[in-house]
């Protein structure tokens, strides 16, 4: 079992900057791919950065070139680095990460719950 836990969301001006970070803890567990996602009021939740344990990245086009994803395997850390922030990126950000227990094949989806980032205008 996984457990997630986000942080680094706070009120900002647009055209600031914000650094998420989340913790993964689970012993005996191996993390592959990690994520983060967001969702809006009214709206349906939304990927935002993935990252392999091997370093590579996918954005969603509405954050490309503002927003970098990075990933600590030896501490079991992922961050999102959110650069030149707009109203619209207010949301709740929420860290996922795809885990196995050593003696299983099977990967399961693991979810935090989930940091406030909002973003005024």
């Known amino acids: 079992q996984v457990q997630l836990v986000e942080s680094g969301g706070d009120l900002v001006q647009a055209g600031g900057s914000l650094r998420l970070s989340c913790a993964a803890s689970?012993?005996?567990?191996?993390?592959?791919?990690m994520g983060w996602y967001r969702q809006a009021p009214g709206k349906q939740r939304e990927l935002v950065a993935t990252i392999t344990r091997g370093g590579s990245t996918n954005y969603a086009d509405s954050v490309k070139g503002r927003f970098t994803i990075s990933r600590d395997n030896a501490k079991n850390m992922v961050y999102l680095q959110m650069n030149s922030l707009k109203p619209e990126d207010t949301a709740v950000y929420y860290c996922?990460?795809?885990?196995?227990?050593?003696?299983?094949?099977?990967?399961?989806?693991?979810w935090g719950r989930g940091t406030q980032v909002t973003v005024s205008s």
């Open positions: 996922n990460a795809d885990a196995r227990a050593f003696y299983s094949s099977v990967y399961r989806s693991y």
């Open positions: 689970g012993r005996n567990s191996a993390i592959n791919v």
